[in-house]
């Protein structure tokens, strides 16, 4: 079992950068897949970027490829979600998710067992 406290949202203006750390409590963490997810007000919970337990593997979608670098410290039992350029368009509530039954980064919600409560970022235009 493992639970997963996110952080580092909050007000900024386009152009601006945040870090998202999600922190996890628990045994064996740094053999989770761990994925961020957004979910913008009206839409549905949406992937962002995922990371396999190595570090080795990662995937982003389309919309924030160049932008967004997700990276993770084992040794913290924490991944961070960099997010540079922010758009108006990237506003939402993030989470991060992680599951020990998938090998490799993935896209689908219902491949993560474990879900963090989320953390606000707003990009104002």
């Known amino acids: 079992q493992v639970q997963l406290v996110e952080t580092g949202g909050g007000l900024v203006q386009a152009g601006d950068s945040l870090r998202l750390s999600c922190a996890a409590s628990?045994?064996?963490?740094?053999?989770?897949?761990v994925g961020w997810f957004r979910q913008a007000p009206g839409k549905e919970r949406e992937f962002v970027s995922a990371i396999s337990w190595s570090d080795l593997i990662t995937d982003y979608t389309d919309s924030v490829k160049g932008r967004f670098t997700i990276s993770r410290d084992n040794a913290k039992n924490t991944v961070y979600l960099q997010m540079n350029s922010l758009e108006p368009e990237d506003t939402a509530v993030y989470y991060c998710a992680a599951d020990r039954s998938i090998t490799a980064p993935a896209r689908g919600l219902s491949e993560y067992n474990y879900w963090g409560q989320g953390t606000q970022v707003t990009v104002s235009s």
């Open positions: 628990g045994r064996a963490f740094s053999i989770y897949v």
